[in-house]
């Protein structure tokens, strides 16, 4: 058995057929996180779950690419599958009411994304407030509801750690999705107790990143797999990316680490059910 922690049939690219997806993920004993970026497809993930008895769970939250500032312009991404931003304000109450669902495992993905930024100093240091004060709220929704966090961070790991190292948020329980920091923060990040989440892009070559350095160095018992999807697509695979695919990014881990597929299978698949009450 696999656990993709982190999905996304709840967007556009899946539209026509997630049904189908999910039923093949089901099939082959893979379940999966349908993670939120916005209102909308948070909504999304928490209906496509209920429609499941098992196997199907939801995380619901504004990526901050998400937030409206007056600052942050419309973007399609061309690099991996394109997509629109839209802006969207946080609705304590609106997100509430979609995390009452038995369904709902997690508040994300939620966090500091610096990619996209605008060009000025002035308009730099409102696009980063705009995003921690949404982030904060957040945040304390979670620690209310007593859910763990996806976090999403792109380009702002100083910064997210300075937030989390805040002692109102010292228990706090979550996943660094999708790591791409150092390991030196890696290792902030394992000393809070938050889990590290992979994916396809262990794959690629990216510079001051070394994963397998990362990898090797994370405790077992701290590491979750995921596949991002339609994102991040393995290079055993082409096209969209599918939660069927984490088996790839298991079977990157079990050579790194030395050991055999099924026992990072067991072992991944036991951390994400601790982690997210599954």
Request: charged content about 30%; glycine content about 4%.
């Amino acid at each position: 058995m696999l656990i993709d922690t982190h999905s996304h049939l709840n967007f556009t690219a899946f539209k026509e057929d997630f049904d189908k997806v999910i039923k093949n993920c089901l099939e082959n004993n893979v379940w999966m996180i349908n993670v939120g970026s916005q209102y909308t497809t948070s909504k999304k993930a928490v209906e496509i779950a209920e429609r499941y008895e098992k196997g199907i769970y939801a995380a619901v939250g504004i990526h901050p690419i998400h937030l409206s500032a007056g600052i942050f312009k419309t973007k399609i991404n061309k690099e991996e599958i394109e997509f629109q931003t839209r802006e969207e304000e946080f609705d304590e109450e609106k997100y509430k009411s979609l995390a009452k669902s038995k369904k709902v495992k997690a508040i994300g993905e939620i966090g500091l994304d610096y990619y996209y930024r605008p060009k000025t100093k002035k308009k730099l240091e409102l696009f980063k407030e705009k995003q921690k004060e949404s982030f904060l709220k957040q945040l304390k929704l979670a620690k209310e509801l007593n859910l763990p966090i996806i976090f999403h961070c792109r380009m702002a790991h100083q910064d997210l750690l300075e937030i989390l190292q805040r002692p109102a948020f010292s228990n706090l329980k979550g996943v660094i999705h999708c790591f791409t920091g150092n390991f030196e923060q890696a290792e902030k990040y394992l000393k809070m107790g938050f889990y590290l989440g992979f994916n396809g892009i262990i794959f690629k070559k990216i510079e001051g990143i070394d994963f397998m350095e990362i990898i090797k160095k994370t405790p077992l018992d701290k590491i979750l797999i995921e596949t991002d999807c339609p994102y991040l697509t393995p290079p055993q695979i082409k096209g969209r990316n599918e939660p069927l695919y984490v088996k790839y990014v298991a079977e990157k881990i079990a050579q790194i680490k030395n050991m055999s597929y099924e026992e990072i299978a067991e072992i991944t698949t036991k951390n994400a059910k601790k982690l997210f009450a599954i």
